[in-house]
Nanobody
Framework: QVQLVESGGGLVQPGGSLRLFCASS????????MGWYRQAPGKQRELVAFFTATGRTNYAESVKGRFTISGDNIKNTVSLQMNNLKPEDTTVYYC?????????WGQGTQVTVSS
């Protein structure tokens, strides 16, 4: 059973930065894709960014130019560097990973952007 554990969330002022980190364990294989979703109360889940085993990345339009995702599919980890954070980035961020046809999720980490 694959487990994903996030860290790095917290409270930051508008314009500040945070780095989220997600580590996986329990898989004998390297991941195909790892990334981050976020979901605010009452809103649809939004794909923030993902990183593939081949090094391809993809970002939501709302975070392009501000967030950078990086991954290591040997260590099975993924990071999300978030710069120039805005109040609308406030929500819970969930790490996910695809191993073959199965998707696994972390427990979520809260990011709050407020002055």
């Amino acid at each position: 059973q694959v487990q994903l554990v996030e860290s790095g969330g917290g409270l930051v002022q508008p314009g500040g930065s945070l780095r989220l980190f997600c580590a996986s364990s329990g898989s004998r294989f390297d991941y195909d894709v790892m990334g981050w979703y976020r979901q605010a109360p009452g809103k649809q889940r939004e794909l923030v960014a993902f990183f593939t085993a081949t090094g391809r990345t993809n970002y939501a339009e709302s975070v392009k130019g501000r967030f950078t995702i990086s991954g290591d599919n040997i260590k099975n980890t993924v990071s999300l560097q978030m710069n120039n954070l805005k109040p609308e980035d406030t929500t819970v961020y969930y790490c996910y990973g695809n191993w073959g046809s199965r998707t696994y999720w972390g427990q979520g980490t809260q990011v709050t952007v407020s002055s």
